[in-house]
């Protein structure tokens, strides 16, 4: 495929389209997939057929509408009237009254003028909800592959890498590291091989994030890393996604292979010298490979074990060579930012934290789902504006993100901008996106023993710090829980918290104190309340290790 | 079935042909173990010993490096699983909207905890990470289908559900 | 190769480019505590006793692991380090069945002089004591997992020295375990070679020989350096084992 072919393509298909009066979109994203989405699928396809509209009405699955907790979700495209709580018998009626007829289906419409639509900002999220995710031909009539068609045709790498750069793009998993910075140290280091990794193991309880956009826009990631490959020097690039995402690793399967069948992957991509290839290596259910060193170790076929950095996998990665890992959604920004530039991305956002973010609200909230907003706005407006607000007759007590890495935070803290750095400020991360709200019925010592437990289990067990010391803490909490502990105990925990945090080895083991140290920092009086009163405890009686000689 | 008698592999077991099958096309890669365990588990339903020594000469690699792996890894079962599977989410969402109370639930009703498998082989309850349909919390998995919403007494039914429409065994 | 000057607790040293800082430290008999360290065997890092705070770097690193640098200003001891060095060995004392009065090891423990060298009193701790098993199938030698502190000395030492990659480690967190074969029983190891240089790097009781009793266990490491040597310069050097 050229260039020419490319952008033919993409118009015939936009052309297409166009022919279609209707196009019936249902979500075909876990949330909804999950509560009946394929027997809406079914019903509408049954009566597009049953009225002979084949020709001017396509019924298409779409990547994440993210109202989750109202699905099954449709939309009818060419007057953008969406429905909610789609059963057969209402997918029905949305083809007889609404396509036939031109009748709203009423009691079923949701209002998408409301701040839940109307304050998101969407480039990652841009297609989904409005493309088919299993078609390459929609990808590319939304603009795609024009990103990777403008680097290998009018940029050279080193531009490319400094778009990135000066865009302000910082990874998305967590840490928030420049992405331009990291790609420029992978382009500058030795190695006879170059690898550029996705991690797509998304393993943070409450998160849902990258699952959503492998699900619903596959191309767009492909796109992303295939640009990365360009840009440092690779020829080789892996998807490590979790074995949990089926249905992910189904779409990335198919999207590989549109990709290679098209001349988008493959050798001489657009008839460049460029060639790239994508495999994908699935993975077995250990939180802690999203951990980069982990990771890289889990490709190899080994248990994932971290390692030590330096040498970072910029330098040392997959078998010993420069490597660059992303998560998802930071590969996601990629493509827009080569197709619109860095100006356009960096004017969106904060100074330092630019573009936007993708949310996964969850808990106790009025509107759960995907949302994508851009980066500094209030965590207020993100809680009770966008999502609501928790349901009836309940009261806001903390917002949790970071997953097990992050922390609470409270609701006098609510007027904090959601950047990197802000988060990092009261004890918390950006992590990879997910937002729990929790109302007045949660405990905060019953939280931070819950995620103890989780980074408990999903210690790998190599460093002592993190092997025993989690499980002395969830000890701990479990006994502050039981109102069996004293003030000696709190010491002990803190004491242990600050030692696990500062000697751990890998990010799983410095941040697992976090939840405990954030709700220590809030919600103090809730620990306090359960202690014992008594003063001089003596402790639980144990044989005393002799270390006499 | 063909009425050409496909010849058979070595160990009288033609399950095994599925499995060279992805070894050869990973070149018995000693970093394709994880890939392999997938395809493994994926064939025989769980990894029992004889597999794990199958697979480990296959990749030529140690057997404690093969052990290693698998008993890293949760997604890899040692023994066989009940005829049912009940996957309960603990992520953040489903433990705020109650899924522990679930699992009290279940657990008091079967007698048999999370990460075991009822005493008449029927139901193996399992805690998952997240199953990422945070939307519906809390979640689990039964056998392969989503439920969402649940409550522990709802949760008890459904199971009853499943068991109750297990497959005639055929003599 | 290059040398570097760096300053170690106030004081200068030089040292070779690529060399640990750890490696330095020895060299200058400025002590640092270490456990899965062991010269000859590859690195890992996991015990997390030789971390060192480094200037400039936000993060305490682990001597074994980081290699020097020019101008680099470290300092091995203070006060977080020696109380996080102390924490880490109660944490080890915790984790298993340690009662040295009826070690086989009492007296030659590393863990036991690690102890001593951070100056641990008193485990505040609640001691865990797992359900551990002790393998006696071996007909030389002797698995006892109560005392094991899963350093991984005998599965690197079986890999990368000896080569038959009999040990490994299995299960996650705190269940981890080492483990011969498929978990079976070290008696039944088909790739065992016998050559016990698995009990002799062994920091503690975990592994011994049969037929020892209480303090009788010294472990002879010296093999290593000897083996090491013959095998990159073709020199055997003096083994000085007493």
Redesign the interface.
Same mark, same amino acid.
């Given at each position: 495929m050229t260039l020419e072919d490319l952008q033919d393509l993409a118009e015939q298909e936009r052309e297409r389209q166009d022919q279609k009066k209707h196009r019936v979109l249902f979500c075909s994203a876990a949330g909804c997939a999950s509560c009946g989405a394929d027997k809406v699928s079914a019903a509408l396809k049954a009566k597009v057929k049953e009225h002979a509209l084949d020709k001017e009405c396509e019924v298409i699955g779409t990547g994440c509408m993210g109202l989750c907790g109202e699905g099954p979700l449709v939309k009818v495209q060419s007057d953008d009237t969406m429905y909610r709580n789609v059963d057969v018998r209402t997918a029905e009626k949305i083809v007889e009254s609404h396509i036939v007829n031109g009748k709203k289906v009423d009691a079923h419409v949701c209002d998408t003028n409301v701040p839940f639509f109307t304050s998101q900002t969407r480039i990652v999220l841009e297609n989904c909800g409005r493309t088919n995710s299993e078609s390459i031909d929609e990808y590319v009539a939304a603009e795609g592959y024009a990103g990777l068609a403008k680097a290998l045709t009018e940029m050279q790498p080193a531009d490319v890498i400094e778009e990135v750069r000066k865009s302000g793009l910082r990874g998305r998993g967590g840490a928030g590291y420049s992405t331009g910075l990291k790609w420029g140290i992978v382009r500058k280091a030795h190695g006879e091989q170059k690898y550029v990794v996705c991690n797509a193991d998304e393993g943070d309880p409450g998160a849902f994030m990258d699952r959503s956009v492998l699900e619903g826009d596959p191309h767009r990631v492909l796109e992303g890393m295939a640009i990365a490959g360009y840009a440092v020097g690779a020829q080789q690039g892996y998807i490590y996604c979790r074995a949990e995402y089926p249905l992910a690793i189904e779409r990335l399967k198919l999207a590989i292979k549109q990709a290679e069948k098209a001349g988008l992957l493959g050798n001489r991509i657009l008839e460049s010298q460029f060639n790239f290839r994508i495999d994908i290596r699935i993975g077995a259910g250990a939180f802690v490979c999203g951990e980069e060193t982990a990771l890289l170790a889990s490709i190899e076929g080994k248990r994932g074990n971290p390692r030590p950095r330096p040498p970072f996998p910029s330098e040392k990665g997959l078998w010993g060579m420069p490597t660059v890992i992303n998560n998802v959604e930071t590969y996601a920004n990629v493509a827009p930012i080569i197709r619109k530039g860095s100006d356009w991305f960096a004017g969106i956002g904060t100074e330092k934290s630019k573009g936007t973010k993708v949310f996964a609200l969850a808990g106790n909230i009025r509107n759960t789902g995907l949302i994508e907003v851009p980066m500094g706005i209030p965590l207020r407006t993100i809680i009770f504006d966008i999502g609501g607000g928790t349901p009836d007759g309940t009261e806001f007590k903390a917002a949790q993100t970071g997953g097990p890495s992050g922390g609470c935070i409270p609701a006098d803290q609510l007027d904090l901008p959601v950047d990197y750095e802000s988060l990092m400020k009261v004890g918390s991360i950006m992590g990879s996106g997910g937002l729990i709200v929790m109302d007045s019925t949660s405990r905060m010592v019953e939280v931070a023993k819950f995620f103890m437990q989780f980074c408990m289990d999903e210690s790998c067990g190599k460093c002592i710090p993190c092997r025993v010391g989690t499980r002395h803490i969830y000890g701990l909490l479990d006994k502050i829980s039981k109102k069996k502990a004293t003030q000696d105990d709190m010491v002990l925990l803190e004491e242990l918290c600050m030692m696990v945090k500062e000697t751990s080895l890998c990010g799983l083991g410095q941040s697992a104190p976090n939840p405990v140290l954030s709700t220590l920092r809030f919600f103090r009086h809730e620990y306090e309340q359960l202690l014992q009163p008594v003063e001089t405890f003596e402790g639980e009686p144990g044989i005393v290790v002799d270390f006499e000689k | 079935m063909s009425p050409v008698e496909q010849p058979k592999h070595p160990s009288g077991d033609n399950r095994f042909k599925l499995l060279d099958r992805a070894i050869t096309k990973h070149q018995a890669?000693?970093? /394709? +173990? %994880?890939?392999i365990?997938?395809v493994a588990q994926g064939i025989f339903g769980y990894l029992e010993?004889d597999l794990? %020594?199958y697979v480990a000469r296959s990749l030529k690699l140690? +057997? #404690?490096? =093969?052990? !290693? @792996?698998a008993? *890293?890894?949760?997604? *890899?079962n040692l023994k066989p699983k009940g005829e049912h599977t009940f996957v309960l989410c603990? !992520?953040?969402?489903?433990? @705020?909207?109650g899924a522990e109370q679930i699992q009290t639930a279940l657990e008091e009703h079967y007698q048999c905890r999370f990460g075991d498998t009822t005493k008449d082989n029927s139901v193996s309850f399992i805690t998952?990470?997240? @199953? !990422? #349909?945070?939307?519906?919390?809390p @979640?689990a998995v039964l056998d392969d /289908? =989503?439920v !969402?919403k649940l409550t522990p007494d709802e949760s008890i039914r459904r199971v009853e559900q499943v068991k109750l429409s297990v497959p005639e065994v055929v003599s | 190769m290059a040398v570097k000057t760096l300053t170690i607790n106030g004081e200068q040293y030089s040292a070779q480019e690529g060399e640990s800082v750890l490696s330095v430290c020895r060299q200058n008999k400025i002590p640092i505590p270490t456990l899965c360290h062991l010269e000859g065997l590859s690195t890992v890092g996991a015990c997390r006793l030789c971390l060192v705070q480094i200037e400039g770097i936000p993060k305490l690193l682990p001597a074994c692991t980081t290699k020097v640098e020019e101008g680099m200003v470290i300092t091995t001891s203070n006060q977080k380090l020696d109380k996080y060095r102390r924490m880490i060995v109660a944490l080890l004392a915790s984790e298993g069945n340690h009662v040295c009065a009826v070690c086989v090891a009492n007296n030659h423990c590393e863990l036991q002089d690690l102890a001593y060298e951070v100056g641990l009193v008193r485990v505040r701790y609640p001691y865990l004591f797992p359900k551990k098993s002790l393998d006696a199938t071996h007909k030389e030698y002797v698995m006892d997992h109560n005392r094991c502190v899963l350093c991984t000395r005998c599965v690197r030492v079986c890999d990368e020295v000896e080569g038959a990659h009999v040990w490994d480690v299995a299960g996650r967190g705190i269940d981890c375990e080492i483990v011969t074969g498929l978990d079976y029983s070290w008696g039944s190891s088909q790739t065992c070679t016998e050559c016990g240089k698995c009990v002799m790097v062994c920091p503690t009781g975990a592994l011994f020989e049969k037929g020892v009793t209480v303090s009788e266990m010294e472990k002879k490491k010296d093999f290593l350096k000897y083996i090491i040597t013959a095998r990159q310069k073709r020199e055997w050097v003096a083994f000085t084992n007493e």
């Open positions: - | 890669r000693g970093d /394709a +173990l %994880i890939e365990l997938h010993n794990l %020594i140690p +057997l #404690s490096r =093969v052990y !290693g @792996v008993t *890293f890894y949760h997604f *890899f603990m !992520g953040t969402a489903c433990y @705020v909207k998952a990470r997240c @199953v !990422g #349909s945070c939307g519906l919390a @979640v /289908a =989503v !969402g | -």
